[in-house]
């Protein structure tokens, strides 16, 4: 069966960090770009950062950047966003997915797999 897995979100309080990472079965990411999003509560879902398939290519949303850093590890399978000096902004569910795109930039649509998305809560 062919999935993407998200792990690592929960609970932070404003200025802390946490890392996500997205792990896929069935299938390797070689040859995937990899998008990152995110829905808050009563919002639309929006891209928050996205990598090429050889990590050579990524791109940040404007509220993320200077925070958020995404980077990949082929062999491993996975895909990682960290995120640093959270903001109750930051609170949403995150959802990683994956395009068949060989080289080149990445892109926010046209994703072929999605995953269930993990919880982030920026708190005090």
């Known amino acids: 069966q062919l999935q993407l897995v998200e792990s690592g979100g929960g609970l932070v309080q404003p200025g802390g960090s946490l890392r996500l990472s997205c792990a896929a079965s069935g299938f390797t990411l070689d040859n995937y770009a990899i998008g990152w999003f995110r829905q808050a509560p009563g919002k639309e879902r929006e891209g928050v950062s996205c990598i090429s398939s050889s990590g050579g290519s990524t791109n940040y949303a404007d509220s993320v950047k200077g925070r958020f850093t995404i980077s990949r590890d082929n062999a491993k399978n996975t895909v990682y966003l960290q995120m640093n000096s959270l903001k109750s902004e930051d609170t949403a569910v995150y959802y990683c997915?994956?395009?068949?795109?060989?080289?080149?930039?990445?892109?926010?649509?046209?994703?072929?797999?999605w995953g269930k998305g993990t919880l982030v809560t920026v708190s005090s």
């Open positions: 997915a994956a395009r068949y795109k060989l080289g080149g930039s990445c892109q926010y649509y046209g994703m072929n797999y």
